[in-house]
């Protein structure tokens, strides 16, 4: 932990904050500022730092981007549509700041981390005035006042980093649930992914700084915590002394109010008899295993060094639906990774059929410059088209009798926010993630409200709230 940084970053906060002040008062209103997510839970967390900074350097935070003084674009890179996305939203600031040029974009996240990304920034959108990377946001105060004082688009991108800087300020999108770190970084390298391109080596925090950030959540009021790594499986296996993430699960179950714990993801290859054993005693880990599986077949499987196999993988899931019978698994799948077969998507199909997944979320691949998997031979579009129509149908068969299992059941939801479509309704989760919608309103969002499910509908179900 590096006190130091933490103080100087407090004082670029300051330093910010009275050139901010001075805008806001050459306006006539506090500035605005908006930060858009795209990508995964690790990103939305960094925006929720991103946020807390922006905050304590005097800006006011927007949801409605189109009136924001100062848009933020948190990105991700994880297949080419999620960079597409950022470009074409690029396109729309760039009409906007002709009209207003006082207007101040910046740019972070993992697609930063590419250089042929920033060659393409400084070239063709270099109207946008902060770039930085996953390495550094801890230095965003620093960066916001050298974008203020400077003339020049600044950019400041770094390969790697083993500094964790903890203490920084944060602001939570939802008041009940937060997303916690509790590891950054992949070593995996699976060779679809460009994630340990972007995000860098595996670096564990310390037991004590999480658990202490989660008893500062909770006495905030906080209900439910998202634990967040690429493979908390591996965590605390850097340290002097070694900890196990069942070990550190434990370590959070005694924290007191604290009523749910989920956490996000879970590799195959890594997953302990020790993690089986302490979910299904607990009382506070949610009933929900989001285990990724990409292909069912072995010879796929070996080619994306994924480390397990078709046997292994489903075995694995099929002793944690015996351990913990109410588990929900969920996993993802990449269909037309090169080289792969019908026969390859049968084998994917059969363990869809053998772990009746209760959701999957289904992936064309996407050619990702860089990794090992984009200089094997690609698959035809077409022919990945039809395998992915057949793997998506047979995971909407398979997932909709399982979750439809539940009907009548009594269990307990958080509630998350106001049915925007259907009047009067709250929606929230079950413990195993399942989507739950039933009549409420405002002044239930954050509670656990008992609910019997009465009707299913596919992925979610309606309720009714019982006493
Ligand atoms: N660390 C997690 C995955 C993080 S990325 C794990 O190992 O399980 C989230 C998902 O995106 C992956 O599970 C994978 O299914 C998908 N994905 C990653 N790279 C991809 C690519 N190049 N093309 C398509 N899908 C990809
Ligand atoms: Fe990517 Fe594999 Fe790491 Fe997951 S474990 S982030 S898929 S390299
Ligand atoms: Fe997440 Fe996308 Fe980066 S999935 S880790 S934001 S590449």
């Not at 933020?72 to 700041?97: E, M, P, S, W």
């Not at 620093?142 to 964790?164: A, C, F, P, Q």
């Not at 690609?378 to 995971?395: A, G, I, M, N, P």
Request: with cysteine; proline share 3%; hydrophobic share 35%.
């Amino acid at each position: 932990m590096n006190e130091a940084e933490t103080r100087l970053q407090y004082e670029y906060m300051q330093k910010t904050k009275e050139l901010v002040d001075q805008k806001s008062e050459q306006t006539g209103r506090r500035l605005l500022a908006c930060v858009t997510t795209f990508g995964c839970q690790m990103n939305a967390k960094d925006s929720e730092k991103l946020a807390g900074i922006l905050e304590k350097c005097g800006y006011e935070l927007t949801e409605e981007e189109d009136k924001a003084d100062f848009v933020i674009f948190n990105t991700c890179t994880i297949r080419d549509n999620a960079n597409q996305k950022v470009y074409g939203r690029l396109g729309l600031l760039h009409h906007r700041k002709k009209g207003y040029p006082e207007l101040k974009i910046a740019l972070c996240g993992c697609m930063m981390q590419e250089m042929s990304v920033i060659e393409k920034i400084r070239k063709s959108y270099s109207f946008v005035d902060l770039i930085f990377g996953t390495h550094n946001i801890y230095k965003f105060a620093e960066l916001l006042y050298r974008m203020h004082t400077e003339k020049d688009m600044v950019i400041d991108i770094w390969e790697g980093s083993n500094e964790i800087v903890e203490d920084l300020p944060a602001l939570r999108k939802y008041p009940f649930k937060c997303g916690v770190n509790i590891m950054f970084g992949c070593n995996n390298f699976c060779t679809f992914c460009i994630v340990p391109y972007v995000r860098g080596r595996e670096k564990s925090r310390e037991p004590r700084e999480i658990v202490r950030e989660i008893e500062k959540l909770v006495e905030d009021g906080v209900v439910e915590v998202m634990l967040l790594g690429q493979n908390v499986n591996s965590y605390g296996k850097n340290f002097e002394e070694p900890i196990s993430f069942a070990k550190l699960l434990e370590r959070i179950e005694e924290i007191e109010g604290l009523e749910r714990i989920r956490f996000m993801t879970s590799h195959p290859k890594d997953l302990s008899d020790e993690l089986i054993e302490v979910m299904a005693k607990s009382k506070k880990i949610c009933r929900h295993l989001h285990l990724p599986l990409q292909s069912g077949s072995d010879r796929i499987l070996k080619a994306m060094n994924r480390r397990y196999t078709k046997k292994s993988f489903t075995d694995l899931a099929l002793k944690i639906r015996k351990a913990i019978p109410d588990i929900a698994i969920t996993t993802d799948i990449i269909v037309g990774f090169p080289g792969e077969t019908k026969e390859d998507v049968d084998d994917t199909i059969d363990v869809i059929k053998q772990c009746a997944f209760d959701n999957a979320f289904t992936f064309i691949y996407s050619k990702r410059t860089g990794t090992p998997a984009a200089k094997m031979e690609q698959c035809d579009s077409e022919f990945v088209k039809e395998q992915f129509d057949r793997v998506l149908t047979c995971v909407q068969e398979t997932a909709g009798k399982r979750v439809g299992k539940l009907t009548g059941m009594v269990d307990e939801v958080l509630v998350e926010e106001v049915n925007e479509k259907e009047k009067g309704f709250v929606t929230g989760r079950l413990s195993n993630n399942v989507m739950v919608h039933f009549p409420g309103d405002e002044s239930m969002i954050g509670r656990i409200v008992k609910v019997k499910l009465t009707e299913a509908k596919g992925f979610y179900y309606f309720a009714e709230a019982v006493q």
